[in-house]
């Protein structure tokens, strides 16, 4: 088995001196917060523009979904587009789930750090009648849980 090598070590094997590597690193950075702060916009308006018409309950039947949904909470990050994906399903069926935005607040993305351990979005927290939290990750397998759990 290889020894393990040093990052400086493995960066002179490929030809970086680690102040290129620094560089490079802070320039590629920048490139994807200039990429987030031009798209940005762009990815909310489109939201917007192409969101779905909810489904029309009758009030009775609204006000139990409701009551279900406030034992849920979304974490996500505005423009993230696996996070406009759920936004969008939870707007198709009606539902008014809390959104929580993991990635300025610092309490939510605290939390949602001590429970899942790790900022990943879309998540959805699923608390039960006796208070206990499950997490649920990834746009699609949260679509699934929320299509049929609220699907009529």
Not at 55 to 74: G, K
Not at 132 to 140: A, D, K, R
């Amino acid at each position: 088995m290889k020894p393990s090598l040093t990052l400086a070590q493995d960066l002179r094997q490929v030809g970086l001196t680690p102040s290129l590597f620094i560089t490079m690193k802070t320039f590629v950075r920048l490139f994807f917060k200039s990429l987030r702060l031009l798209l940005g916009p762009v990815m909310r308006l489109w939201e917007v523009v192409s969101r779905p018409k909810g489904v029309v309950r009758a009030p009775a039947q609204q006000a139990a979904i409701d009551a279900q949904c406030r034992n849920l909470a979304l974490y996500q990050f505005k423009t993230c587009p696996f996070c406009i994906k759920v936004r969008q399903e939870m707007c198709r069926l009606s539902l008014n789930i809390e959104r929580r935005d993991a990635q300025k607040d610092g309490e939510n993305r605290a939390e949602l750090m001590l429970g899942l351990g790790q900022p990943k979005v879309p998540c959805l927290k699923i608390t039960d009648a006796a208070g206990n939290n499950q997490w649920l990750v990834e746009s699609g397998a949260i679509n699934a849980y929320l299509r049929g759990r609220f699907a009529a």
